[in-house]
């Protein structure tokens, strides 16, 4: 099974599907994104893009609502604080580490600090 994302016109994720293998191989049987593609905008329109649930290719496995950046050929989750920076992975980074001593810890944005979660 291969999965694909319908991107709109500003890049944001509308939906993933799921395709049959079948619908994304040529007559040799090699898959190809771009039959893939093409099954998609065939069935129901739009722009699709290729996406892997393991992480495979696009960094990140898309999800309704994540960002197509075209110039990292990457998915990109939505911003989870306007402190956090996108590092080169595309992964979202708090500007100050969280710390390591195996407790549960929550992002105050105002405070810009890391919060122990008082266990209950």
Same mark, same amino acid.
């Given at each position: 099974?291969?999965? !694909?994302?319908?991107?709109? +016109?500003? @890049? ?10 079948? &619908? =994304? ?5 090699? /898959?190809? /994104?771009?039959?893939?593609?093409? !099954?998609?905008? $065939?069935?129901?329109?739009? $722009?699709?893009?290729?996406? %892997? ?9 898309? @999800?309704?609502? #994540? =960002?197509? &950046?075209?110039?990292?050929?990457? !998915?990109?989750?939505?911003?989870? #604080?306007?402190?956090? %920076?996108?590092?080169? &992975?595309?992964?979202?980074q708090?500007?100050?580490?969280m710390? =390591?001593? @195996?407790?549960?810890?929550s992002? &105050?944005?105002?405070?810009? +600090?890391?919060? /122990?979660?008082?266990?209950?």
């Amino acid at each position: 099974m291969a999965h !694909f994302a319908e991107i709109d +016109s500003n @890049g944001v994720v509308q939906r993933v599907i799921v395709v049959a293998n079948k &619908d =994304t191989a040529d007559a040799n049987g090699n /898959e190809s /994104e771009a039959i893939g593609v093409a !099954f998609c905008q $065939n069935l129901l329109g739009g $722009n699709w893009k290729q996406t %892997s649930y393991n992480g495979n290719i696009r960094k990140h496995y898309a @999800g309704i609502g #994540y =960002t197509y &950046d075209a110039a990292r050929d990457a !998915f990109i989750p939505p911003q989870p #604080y306007p402190s956090w %920076s996108l590092d080169a &992975d595309c992964n979202w980074q708090a500007p100050v580490a969280m710390p =390591t001593d @195996g407790k549960m810890y929550s992002w &105050d944005e105002a405070a810009q +600090s890391w919060k /122990e979660v008082p266990k209950e």
